[in-house]
C-alpha cells in the first residue's frame, strides 16, 4: 500500500470515527493520531511563474456622484490609455455623468469610462477608506456610476487578509488565509464576473488600512504562491469555524470537484465563539420560514463526520427535504437579526415541544476548506502556514505562478 492510500484510509478511519458530537470528547490518542495522518507538508512543484494579475474590485455600483481624494499628483486615463486630464493633487474630487460623458470638477470629459492613476505611491481616498492602485470610473446609459478598485493581486490581498481574518490570530495562520486567498482569488479570475465583490460574496476588502504595511508583509511572505488540485486553479473555500471536522466541497457545493477539498477532522477551533452554539424557534415560525403550515419534527441526514447534509421537515400534511445549506438560507433569511441566525447548517433539532424547537449545532459559515479557528490553533501548537494550507486542502499542490 502506498504511503498516500495508507493516508487516505486512515483518515477515512478518523473521519468515521468522528460521531455527531464526539468530536470534543475524542481521545487526545485519537487526536495525535487525526494530527500525524493530516500534516504533511504540500510541496511546491517546479515553478512556471508568470506576470502577476491585476485584479478589478468593485467598490460601488449604481451612484450619482463619486468623491475621491488623492494626496499627489494624478492623472485620467481614457480606455486607450490616453491622457484625458491630471492634476498635481486632487483635494476632493468629484465625478458624475455629464451629457454622454463625464464631469471631474467642472471639467467635461468625452469618455463614459476614466482610469484614475496616481504618479507617485499615494492613495485614493474613496468614502473613508484608503486604495491602492487606480480607480475606474464607469458611467452606464442613464448616467449611474460604477466605481471599481484596479490594483495587483498582491496589493489586493494585503487589503483582504485583516478584513478575512483577525489581526490578533499567529502570523502563521494569517500566512495561510493569505494563500487561501490569493488562491480564491486566482479561481475567480478564471470563472465569471471579472469584478470581485469588496464583501463576503467575494472576499472582504477594506483597502489600504492603517494595519496594510504589516498585512503586506505577511502576504508577501507566501508572494505568487496558490493551490492547484488535478493541475487546476483550486476555489479555495475557507471559513470561519468547522466545529470539529470539515466537510467535502461537493456535498454543500454542488459540482464542485473534491480534489484538495475532501472533509478533515479539526479539532483546533475549539477556543472559537461558535464552537458549539444553540438556537430556538417557535414552531409556527420554522413553519412560516420553511413554507410548511406546521412543524411536528426535523429529521436530520449526516455525512461520514456527522454533518448534516440534509433537513426533512414533517408537517401534519406535506414534508420537505432541504440541501443542509438551502435549509440555513431559509432560516436566515426569516431572522432579523444576526444573534438570530443559524452560524452553520452543522445542527439538529434537539427537541420539538409545543412551544419552540430547540436546535444544537457547531461552527460558523459552510464549513468547506480552510477552517479559520482551526489554523489558529494549529499555529499556536507551533505549526507553520505550510503544515495548515497541507491540512485542510489535503492533497492540493503549492506553486508559485508570479
Ligand atoms: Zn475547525
Redesign the pocket.
Known amino acids: 500500500m502506498r504511503a498516500s492510500e495508507l493516508r487516505r484510509r486512515l483518515s477515512a478511519l478518523v473521519c468515521r470515527a468522528l460521531a455527531w458530537f464526539a468530536v470534543p470528547r475524542r481521545s487526545a490518542a485519537l487526536g495525535a493520531l487525526a494530527a500525524a495522518v493530516s500534516l504533511t507538508v504540500v510541496r511546491c512543484s517546479s515553478p512556471r511563474t508568470t506576470s502577476m494579475p491585476e485584479v478589478q474590485v468593485l467598490l460601488d455600483r449604481d451612484v450619482s456622484t463619486v468623491d475621491l481624494a488623492l494626496d499627489g499628483a494624478y492623472r485620467v486615463v481614457d480606455e486607450g490609455g490616453g491622457t484625458v486630464a491630471e492634476g498635481r493633487r486632487l483635494a476632493a474630487g468629484r465625478l458624475r455623468a455629464a451629457g454622454s460623458g463625464l464631469d471631474l470638477n467642472g471639467v467635461v470629459l468625452r469618455q463614459d469610462e476614466v482610469l484614475l492613476q496616481p504618479l507617485d505611491d499615494d492613495r485614493f481616498q474613496y468614502k473613508g477608506k484608503s486604495y491602492a492602485g487606480d480607480l475606474r470610473v464607469r458611467r452606464d446609459r442613464t448616467g449611474r456610476l460604477e466605481v471599481t478598485n484596479v490594483v495587483d493581486i498582491e496589493e489586493y490581498l494585503a487589503g483582504v487578509l485583516y478584513s478575512e481574518m483577525p489581526a490578533s490570530f499567529p502570523d502563521e495562520a494569517l500566512k495561510a488565509q493569505a494563500v487561501a486567498a490569493r488562491t480564491y482569488a486566482r479561481w475567480r479570475l478564471g470563472h465569471g464576473d471579472p469584478l470581485l465583490r469588496a464583501t463576503d460574496a467575494d472576499q472582504v476588502y477594506g483597502g489600504a488600512s492603517s494595519r496594510h504595511e504589516r498585512a503586506r508583509e505577511i502576504v508577501a511572505a507566501t508572494s505568487g504562491l496558490v493551490l492547484e488540485a488535478a493541475g487546476q486553479p483550486l476555489c479555495a473555500y475557507f471559513m470561519s ?6 466537510v467535502d466541497a461537493p456535498l454543500i457545493f454542488t459540482g464542485t470537484p473534491i480534489a484538495g477539498l475532501a472533509g478533515v477532522p ?4 475549539r477556543e ?1 465563539p461558535k464552537y458549539r452554539w444553540t438556537k430556538t424557534l417557535t414552531p409556527g415560525e420554522l413553519a412560516r420560514r420553511v413554507g410548511l403550515k406546521d412543524v411536528i419534527a426535523v429529521d436530520v441526514e449526516r455525512d461520514r463526520a456527522g454533518h448534516t447534509i440534509r433537513f426533512d421537515v414533517r408537517s401534519s400534511g406535506a414534508s420537505r427535504s432541504f440541501a443542509s445549506q438551502e435549509f440555513r438560507r431559509a432560516w436566515n433569511a426569516g431572522a432579523t437579526s444576526e444573534a438570530e441566525k443559524l452560524p452553520s447548517a452543522w445542527a439538529r433539532a434537539l427537541d420539538v415541544t409545543r412551544g419552540e424547537i430547540r436546535f444544537e449545532g457547531a ?1 460558523f459559515g459552510h464549513g468547506v476548506g480552510l ?1 479559520q ?2 489554523a489558529a ?1 494549529l499555529a499556536k501548537a507551533g505549526k507553520e502556514w505550510r503544515e495548515i494550507i497541507a491540512h485542510y486542502y489535503r492533497g492540493a499542490q503549492l506553486v508559485k505562478r508570479w
Do not use: F, N, R, V
Request: aromatic residues 12%; proline residues 0%.
Open positions: 469555524t468547522c466545529g470539529g471536522a470539515t479539526c479539532e483546533w477551533c472559537s461552527g477552517c479557528y482551526g490553533g
